[in-house]
């Protein structure tokens, strides 16, 4: 799923604010709210055993992404800051069976936000979480 790119509607995206891009690289991604999540379409004969986020963090600091598949708690990840960077998370379990089941399932993230305008950034007024440039899953 590659977040910011004209076809990432695929995925019912909920809790994503819209598409954001650099004209000069071409990279395109979307901020998360508090709680983000997309649809994943199971592939017949793939079960898949990680989830790759390609975020970064706002700010400073690392961040702390929980991550649910159907309703399920499948763990979180630590995203960094600064630059993009791959964070994977193993799939075990109910999450790994939801992944694999016969229909689609929603995948949530959530994490912490915080309000550019508030903290003295800008004039941004949206609660943001993380950036998310693509997802993987394999």
């Not at 901020?31 to 400073?60: C, D, H, N």
């Not at 960094?80 to 229909?103: I, K």
């Amino acid at each position: 799923l590659d977040l910011g790119h004209p076809r990432d509607a695929w995925a019912a995206l909920d809790g994503f604010h819209e598409r954001e891009g650099n004209s000069r690289s071409g990279s395109t991604w979307r901020w998360t709210r508090g709680r983000a999540s997309f649809a994943w379409v199971p592939v017949p004969g793939l079960v898949p055993r990680e989830i790759v986020l390609r975020a970064k963090a706002p700010g400073k600091d690392p961040v702390r992404v929980q991550v649910r598949v159907g309703g399920a708690p499948a763990g979180s990840v630590e995203v960094l800051p600064e630059d993009f960077s791959d964070v994977p998370l193993a799939l075990v379990g109910e999450a790994c069976a939801r992944m694999s089941a016969g229909g689609p399932v929603r995948v949530e993230l959530t994490a912490p936000t915080f309000v550019p305008k508030d903290a003295g950034l800008g004039d941004d007024p949206r609660e943001l979480g993380v950036v998310l440039d693509r997802v993987l899953v394999r």
